[in-house]
């Protein structure tokens, strides 16, 4: 069984432009989750998607994020425009429900300069 | 709100030394409790947790937690360390029916020879 895979592994952009993370759950997991690790920081929660539908979306830090999941398969996560506080390693996870253990993918590693 | 305390940013420990690494936690409700690892350069992977039961878990390579709700605590411990047992470990708690994960700031393993 293929594990949370994400895209792209590391990405080094300018302040300013836009990117765009995409992650792949686990089939059949109708839950995703984003988290982010900042430099010597804790890995804080993002956002939560059941299917298509976002649950939670308290911890995404401002209107410069956008979660998406059409259709209730892979997400993306836009961030436009990017400022240097974003740079940190975005994490996806999956879980089948709330009661199981979330898995991870290996992140993704975003570099604002 | 839930939050998660891990005193030891760095754990340097000999090869075939035995080790523990420490994790209290705060709710005001009842948790599952985990314990993530990341090795070098790979994803967070999930190496135990307690969900309900016995309050003694262990994993596959060795690693053991115990539950210990009346000092809020989920340590981990190892017998006999290996050098492939240098990673970061993270641990982190989540409330019954919510989807969030908290995280401790992490704890790096350094085993050396």
């Known amino acids: 069984e293929a594990g949370v895979t994400q895209f792209p592994s590391h990405s080094v952009i300018e302040k300013g432009q836009t990117v765009t993370l995409r992650c792949d759950p686990i089939?059949?997991?109708?839950?995703l989750y984003w988290y982010r690790r900042v430099m010597g920081k804790e890995i804080k929660f993002l956002l939560h998607?059941?299917?298509?539908?976002?649950?939670?979306e308290s911890g995404m830090p401002n209107n410069r994020f956008l979660a998406e999941r059409t259709g209730g398969t892979y997400s993306t996560l836009k961030v436009q425009p990017a400022e240097l506080e974003d740079s940190g390693v975005y994490f996806c996870?999956?879980?089948?429900?709330?009661?199981?253990?979330?898995?991870f993918g290996d992140g993704t590693r975003l570099s604002i300069l | 709100a839930q939050s998660v305390t891990q005193l030891d940013s760095q754990v340097p420990v000999f090869e075939e030394a035995p080790v523990e690494l420490r994790c209290n936690y705060s709710?005001?409700?009842?948790?599952?409790l985990f314990w993530y690892v990341q090795y070098p350069n790979q994803g967070l992977q999930l190496l135990l947790k307690?969900?309900?039961?016995?309050?003694l878990v262990e994993s596959i390579n060795g690693f053991e937690a115990e539950f210990n709700k009346s000092q809020t605590s989920f340590h981990l411990r190892k017998p006999s360390v290996h050098i492939s047992d240098t990673a970061e470990y993270f641990c982190a708690v989540k409330a019954l029916g919510y989807s969030t994960l908290t995280f401790g700031k992490g704890t790096m393993l350094l085993v050396s020879p």
């Open positions: 307690y969900l309900s039961g016995s309050t």
């Open positions: 089939s059949g997991h109708d839950n």
């Open positions: 709710s005001s409700v009842s948790v599952y």
């Open positions: 996870a999956s879980s089948q429900d709330l009661n199981q253990p979330q898995h």
């Open positions: 998607f059941v299917k298509e539908s976002k649950q939670d």
